[in-house]
């Protein structure tokens, strides 16, 4: 039997069970009446199972936690994929077609200003 003092969370759980296998044999050879060992038998029954709860919780918090980190991953890896497609489809030259600009914001010859053809279209 685990000794009072004693914090689960500092025994394993084949301790308990090593502890137990010892209490039951050591309980079986002192010649008591069934029901005194199955009563002292308990607590540490109670003991392995509070333990082996704790650590199949520990392990679904485990399993929750990478799957939390698997989502944020593939959100990230989206967000990457659209940053990157985002930066292919913007325009970075733009070809104009002088002519047509002119006749469509009808500036043909507006005093003081000027068209100039060239690698960037510029109005002065």
């Known amino acids: 039997m685990a000794k009072p003092q004693e914090n689960l969370l500092n025994i394993t759980l084949y301790e308990l069970t090593g502890r137990y296998a010892e209490a039951a044999e050591t309980l079986e050879d002192l010649d008591l009446p ?50 990157k497609n985002r930066a292919k489809c913007t325009i970075t030259e733009v070809s104009v077609d002088k002519i047509a600009l002119r006749e469509d914001l009808k500036i043909r010859e507006v005093p003081g200003t000027r068209l100039e053809v060239g690698e960037r279209l510029e109005v002065k």
């Open 34 to 83: 069934e029901e005194a060992v199955r009563d002292a038998l308990e607590d540490l029954e109670t003991e392995i199972s509070v333990k082996a709860q704790n650590i199949g919780a520990f392990i679904l918090n485990l399993e929750a936690e990478a799957n939390k980190i698997e989502t944020a991953e593939k959100r990230l890896a989206d967000k990457r994929r659209a940053l």
